[in-house]
């Protein structure tokens, strides 16, 4: 389906349909969110406060674009429901579900701190809690929502392409991100009679507000131009990037494509030139 903007044809795949972002609230997901929303999708941008997601919903309202906030914390089954519930009831319905919300720790295993070390929870239940069981409690809360849907319904998880070239030194990570790729492959075999697609991105290193929150601003700078220059395709990857290639496997026209881990990483995963 197209409209015309400025004098010149807008494809809008999603006219009509609606989506919940998980990790709405910036970087990739607010990205994600903004082209579904150009698409013609209604959108909810789910995260754990409030208060983010409702600037992000409210600035792309101000762009014209039909958009809700929700909040809970996908790391818990109950917070999970909440937010799937409220996006269904305010959007009408749910079509699309993309599981961006995440968190990044990295560090040698034997040294990942326990609860009381530093006030932080373990790195592992934090990380594990969001990347995977998030994924899980957010999918099993919205596939009742997904079935039934008349063009079909999708799902794409954001994982990482950490999982087909891990590091050293980021085995929680990249565990935890291992299984939503394994968790993708069986729930797409799983969901197919219910015409519920489900697909992955595995994004590389990608310019978000995230490394500021594991590093001082100014390594999160030098961090990230170390790996531009590691980047086959010559740079670090921006949350447009990701956005496309999430767009890609909702639209319904693709909808031949399902257990797909798609990398999009400049090439970072085939290893340096």
């Known amino acids: 389906m197209t409209t015309r903007v400025g004098g010149t044809a807008a494809r809008t795949p999603f ?70 519930d409220e996006a269904a009831r305010e959007l009408g319905g749910l079509d699309a579900l993309v599981n961006c919300a995440g968190v990044y720790r990295a560090g040698p295993l034997a040294a990942a701190g326990a609860p009381g070390d530093g006030g932080e929870p373990d790195p592992i239940d934090l990380v594990v809690d ?65 015409r519920i697609r489900v697909n992955a991105v595995l994004p590389g290193v990608v310019r978000t507000p995230i490394f500021e929150t594991i590093m001082p601003p100014h390594e999160a700078v030098g961090f990230l131009d170390h790996f531009g220059r590691q980047v086959p395709l010559g740079r670090i990857g921006e949350p447009d990037d990701i956005a496309r290639a999430v767009l890609f496997l909702c639209d319904p026209e693709n909808d031949w494509i399902t257990g797909a881990l798609l990398a999009v990483d400049g090439g970072l995963s085939l290893g340096t030139p």
Do not use: H, Q, W
Not at 49 to 73: K, T
């Open 130 to 194: 969001v990347d995977l069981k998030g994924v899980l409690f957010a999918t099993r809360a919205a596939i009742p929502r997904l079935r039934g849907r008349p063009a079909g319904a999708a799902i794409v998880n954001v994982s990482s392409s950490v999982t087909l070239a891990p590091p050293a030194n980021c085995s929680v990570y990249s565990a935890a991100k291992a299984g939503v790729d394994a968790l993708t492959r069986s729930l797409a075999l799983e969901l197919a009679g219910d």
């Open 15 to 84: 006219r009509g349909r609606a989506a919940l972002v998980t990790g709405g609230g910036s970087g990739i997901g607010l990205a994600i969110g903004r082209g579904l929303a150009r698409g013609g999708c209604r959108i909810a941008l789910g995260g754990r406060r409030r208060e983010v997601v409702e600037a992000a919903a409210a600035d792309l309202r101000a762009l014209g674009l039909r958009a809700v906030a929700v909040a809970g914390d996908v790391s818990r089954a109950d917070g999970a429901r909440r937010m799937v």
